[in-house]
């Protein structure tokens, strides 16, 4: 309610209280002029508002776009955009003059009488949206000291499966062969270049990645009787449960993407299993590494900058697509504060980075199957150079090459992070007895120098949402049991789905999914991609897009893909029904 009252007070001094001033200024004139402009932006407003809404992929919690460069609009939007804006302009003056101007008082009070019906709607979500937000957060308080939270066993087997958001696999053997401390700390690698995922987003992308081809798009929607939540929530558990319920295994999930569904992880989906935790790392050490890095902030930083950000956010819907570039400023909402925004926008994902060796054990009385997701490689945002680490004066000398790739920076810090606890897991005698797999759910839009160069395919898929096949290459890698030596790179064809039955593999005997009686085995992950898999590049990024139980999926989203990912020709628009 607190943003709701906020946002309501800020827009009606703007749009009514203040206008009102000025317009009670002027004779009678400039006062039918003025309501003639009031009833022109009124209209105009909405048609940009809900003709023209454009597509700038996900948004965080700060209002921060995921790319900004989707901001930048075609001319051929734009000139319609400004064509209709010009059109209500016409259309208004013409009812003002040529008929009653009381029509004119009968629209607006129609469209006001529409608008307040939506907003109590609306409203009424939002509470409800915060509502449980809000029950969320009160189960993940801010972390007041480090202690350990992620156990490893220096005599069992463990398997740490990691699922980093967006992580971009193209850029994987660059980092290895420049950055001494990636490729030092990431020991005895295999890296599997050839690699696609099912969709561009989490909320379809995920699911393969943690529970294996049964949760890829087709096999979601070949049990329509079972909902889409419960069946993401079993992607998220069937291995967990597997190692604990048939191996012995302690497991712990944190940030599990789209936990019951929810944008920020419920792990209450563990509750139920004594052997699985469910926690959360994400902003839960963004206070404890202020402080440490006399970062001055408070705990309403975050709340007032949203309180200002909303009605700059309408703002930015209600203009013509050409200005809202210029409104939005690189996330700042024209804020004179730059370097707050950005660092804020990261380091709840950053923090927990920096911490994992303080919080991690190495004395636990069994072996731990450890599953952790990190959203750091979501962000583009500029990071200090070469620590890779955020700054409010951030050093931006960075290679020729790489001053415009922002996503690039923040994959290199999530791999430096995690390759320093790489090192504290080989100097706690933890590394060469823990199966490491690493993956990601999608790559990054853009064209990706590692494909065949072929324009019109890059523009076909995803139907010209996204341009390049890159959305759909992740990350994918696996360090074995004692394996060790420089990063190998196998070109087999590999999926992220691969990723599960690599983590179970010769330590579960005929490991099988708790829900769906099928056994995870690297044979049937080669059996399920021996003629290609289909993926989708649907935009429904979210449950909001789908109906309960099934995936909405238009036949122009389905892609078949086979073989060599990178060559033009294994790339085939057609459904599974063909």
């Not at 570039?325 to 980075?353: F, N």
């Not at 636990?364 to 990190?374: H, Y």
């Not at 036949?555 to 893909?561: A, D, G, L, P, S």
Request: aromatic letters at 14%.
């Amino acid at each position: 309610f607190t943003y709701i009252r906020e946002s309501f007070v800020q827009a009606f001094g703007f749009c009514v209280f203040w206008p009102s001033c000025i317009y009670f200024l002027f004779g009678k004139r400039t006062k039918s002029m003025m309501a003639f402009l009031g009833l022109w932006l009124l209209i105009a407003s909405l048609v940009n508002a809900y003709a023209f809404v454009g597509n700038y992929g996900t948004i965080n919690n700060l209002l921060v776009f995921s790319d900004f460069s989707k901001l930048i609009e075609k001319t051929s939007t734009i000139f319609i955009n400004l064509i209709c804006v010009a059109a209500v302009f016409a259309a208004v003056l013409f009812v003002t003059k040529y008929f009653a101007k009381k029509l004119a008082v009968s629209i607006s009070a129609i469209i006001l009488i529409v608008v307040a019906a939506f907003s109590v709607i609306n409203s009424k979500k939002i509470s409800d949206g915060f509502a449980y937000y809000l029950e969320l957060q009160s189960k993940n308080t801010h972390a007041t000291e480090i202690t350990p939270v992620f156990h490893f066993s220096k005599t069992g087997k463990n398997v740490l499966f990691l699922m980093l958001d967006r992580s971009e696999g193209e850029i994987i053997p660059e980092m290895f062969e420049k950055l001494p401390e990636v490729r030092e700390n990431w020991t005895g690698f295999t890296y599997y270049p050839n690699v696609l995922s099912y969709n561009g987003h989490t909320f379809i992308g995920s699911s393969p990645c943690f529970g294996g081809y049964e949760y890829t798009p087709e096999a979601m929607n070949e049990r329509p009787k079972v909902s889409l939540k419960d069946k993401h929530n079993e992607s998220l558990l069937a291995v967990p449960r597997i190692f604990t319920e048939k191996a012995g295994y302690h497991a712990t999930l944190a940030d599990s993407s789209w936990a019951n569904h929810s944008w920020i992880a419920d792990m209450s989906i563990c509750d139920d299993y004594k052997d699985i935790d469910g926690i959360t790392t994400k902003s839960v050490y963004t206070p404890y590494w202020y402080r440490e890095h006399n970062f001055s902030t408070n705990s309403d930083m975050h709340t007032n900058q949203l309180k200002r950000n909303f009605l700059w956010l309408s703002l930015f819907r209600c203009s013509p697509n050409v200005f809202r570039i210029l409104i939005y400023k690189k996330g700042t909402w024209r804020s004179l504060d730059q370097a707050t925004t950005e660092i804020m926008s990261i380091v709840d994902d950053y923090a927990v980075l920096e911490y994992l060796p303080k919080l991690t054990d190495t004395n636990a009385d069994k072996p731990n199957f450890i599953s952790f997701v990190n959203e750091i490689s979501h962000s583009t945002f500029p990071l200090d150079y070469p620590t890779y680490s955020p700054s409010l004066t951030p050093r931006t000398d960075y290679p020729e090459d790489k001053k415009n790739l922002m996503f690039y920076m923040t994959n290199i810090a999530q791999f430096v992070r995690i390759g320093e606890w790489f090192k504290f897991l080989k100097e706690n005698g933890v590394y060469d007895n823990t199966r490491i797999i690493v993956t990601s759910d999608h790559g990054f839009a853009g064209i990706q120098k590692c494909f065949e160069e072929d324009v019109e395919l890059d523009l076909k898929v995803a139907d010209r949402t996204y341009f390049g096949r890159g959305h759909y290459h992740p990350t994918l890698m696996i360090k074995d049991f004692n394996a060790e030596g420089p990063l190998v790179t196998d070109n087999s064809f590999m999926t992220n789905a691969d990723a599960p039955a690599m983590a179970l593999h010769g330590l579960v005997e005929k490991p099988v999914n708790p829900y769906t009686g099928k056994e995870y085995s690297l044979e049937a992950n080669e059996k399920a991609k021996e003629n290609g898999v289909y993926i989708t590049t649907s935009d429904g990024f979210g449950p909001e897009y789908h109906t309960e139980n099934l995936l909405v999926l238009p036949e122009k989203t389905w892609w078949h893909v086979k073989d060599n990912i990178f060559e033009s020709k294994n790339w085939i628009q057609e459904s599974p029904e063909k």
